[in-house]
């Protein structure tokens, strides 16, 4: 699970990653690219050494999609994180 508690003026993210437990991002940011929100994540804690998320949002189904990419095991998986209500 991903939260995203605020972003500010820059783009910059407060939130973190649960698997299950709670892990704050190294680095999390939101840009948009031609009306496109695109996020990007980092995580260094817990083992995740260098792990990122590369997220575009698909305003029709109301989830993130892309590419978590597990730098430990230098792996590329395709993921879908849909919105909790």
Known sequence: MITIKAVDVTGKLDGGYENPNPLPFYTGVATSDGGVLKLFFELRAGGYG??????????TDDRLKGVYYQAVAKQKFEVVFDRAR
């Open 50 to 59: 260098g792990s990122t998320y590369t997220l575009t949002f698909d305003a």
